[in-house]
């Protein structure tokens, strides 16, 4: 069967979509809420930003040949390479 998700601002519109429901045989129904995924212990948040611990199996040791000897300036990499294009 098909559905149609309507959204409304008032309580009047409600009732007038309850209405038309009953003239046309629809069905409203209230939507299903969704679970919130489970987050693993160590998680926190910083400004409303859920922050998520890395996995310290990952073995890095492979990206040391590119990162070494190439005097990167965290300053300089921010104002360089992470600027938004406007």
């Given at each position: 069967?098909?559905?149609?998700?309507?959204?409304?601002?008032?309580?009047?519109?409600?009732?007038a979509l309850?209405?038309?429901?009953?003239?046309?045989?629809?069905?409203?129904?209230?939507?299903?809420?969704?679970?919130?995924?489970?987050?693993?212990?160590?998680?926190?948040?910083?400004?409303?930003?859920?922050?998520?611990?890395?996995?310290?199996?990952?073995?890095?040791?492979?990206?040391?040949?590119?990162?070494?000897?190439?005097?990167?300036?965290?300053?300089?990499?921010?104002?360089?390479?992470?600027?938004?294009?406007?």
């Amino acid at each position: 069967m098909p559905e149609v998700t309507v959204t409304y601002k008032t309580p009047q519109a409600l009732e007038a979509l309850k209405n038309l429901s009953k003239s046309y045989d629809l069905v409203i129904s209230k939507p299903k809420t969704r679970k919130k995924a489970a987050l693993p212990k160590n998680t926190s948040t910083i400004n409303w930003v859920t922050v998520v611990p890395g996995d310290p199996s990952i073995d890095i040791s492979e990206l040391s040949d590119i990162f070494t000897g190439k005097n990167i300036d965290a300053k300089k990499l921010r104002k360089e390479a992470w600027q938004r294009n406007k």
